[in-house]
Structure formats: structure tokens, C-alpha cells
């Protein structure tokens, strides 16, 4: 059974960093794109991330870029997001998730990069990140 279980999550200050790992059984990551989403409360599911299964290719929004870094390693069929000064609004919980397919979905609007949910069809259940001092 195809599974992807986040974890890592918890809270962190202002300004600090946090490592969150997706972990996928019952299938091989390797060559599947994996993107990371959060849903913060009251607000619609975003897209914060997205690593390729072939070359590796990564993609941002503008609201994370040059502080989310997605890695994966295949060794441990697992997928991370490296969050570094971390903001209040970047609290949410936040989900892993695969299309099964090499490349990542996203699109670019007004040369923004955005990541649909639509996009993805396996979903992991999601892990609260809170950034409060």
C-alpha cells in the first residue's frame, strides 16, 4: 500500500530553522516528483515545494524561496523540506505529497511560481509546524 508519512514537526521561534522528513512505503520515491504543501487555519492549501524524480529539479514560490530548501534521499526513500527563518505566517501543517510522476507539476503565473494541489494525488497526513516565540 502506497503510503507517505510525514514527521518533525513542532514549534519553533522566529528566526529559527526546522528539518521536516517524508518517508514513503510501499513505493519507491526515486524517480517520482514529491512537492510539500502547508494549509495554514482559515486559508487555502499552498504549495512551498517541489523536488523532480529525474534531474532533480527544484521549484519555490516567492514566499518561501531562499529560505525552504527540498532534498531527497533515495537511500531512505525519504523527501525533506529545510526550513530556515522560519515567520509566524509560515505556521500550518504542513503535507507531503506525489503525482507519480517524474516531473513536478507547477505553473508559472506572471512569472511566479505556484504549485497545485490538483496536481498531486497521494497525500500524506499532514504534520503541524507553529512558528511563535
Known amino acids: 500500500q502506497l503510503q507517505l508519512v510525514e514527521s518533525g514537526g513542532g514549534l519553533v521561534q522566529p528566526g529559527g530553522s526546522l528539518r521536516i522528513s517524508c518517508a514513503a512505503s510501499?513505493?519507491?520515491?526515486?524517480?517520482?516528483?514529491v512537492a510539500w504543501f502547508r494549509q495554514a487555519p482559515g486559508k487555502e492549501r499552498e504549495g512551498v515545494s517541489c523536488i523532480s524524480g529525474s534531474e532533480g529539479s527544484t521549484y519555490y514560490p516567492d514566499s518561501v524561496k531562499g529560505r525552504f530548501t527540498i532534498s531527497r534521499d533515495n537511500a531512505k526513500n525519504t523527501v525533506y523540506l529545510q526550513m530556515n527563518s522560519l515567520k509566524s505566517e509560515d505556521t500550518g501543517v504542513y503535507y507531503c505529497?506525489?503525482?507519480?510522476?517524474?516531473?513536478?507539476?507547477?505553473?508559472?503565473?506572471?512569472?511566479?511560481?505556484?504549485?497545485?494541489?490538483?496536481?498531486?494525488?497521494?497525500w500524506g497526513q499532514g504534520i503541524q509546524v507553529t512558528v511563535s516565540s
Open positions: 505529497a506525489t503525482n507519480l510522476d517524474r516531473f513536478c507539476s507547477w505553473r508559472s503565473e506572471r512569472r511566479r511560481v505556484t504549485i497545485p494541489t490538483w496536481g498531486y494525488d497521494y
Open positions: 510501499g513505493f519507491t520515491l526515486d524517480t517520482y516528483a
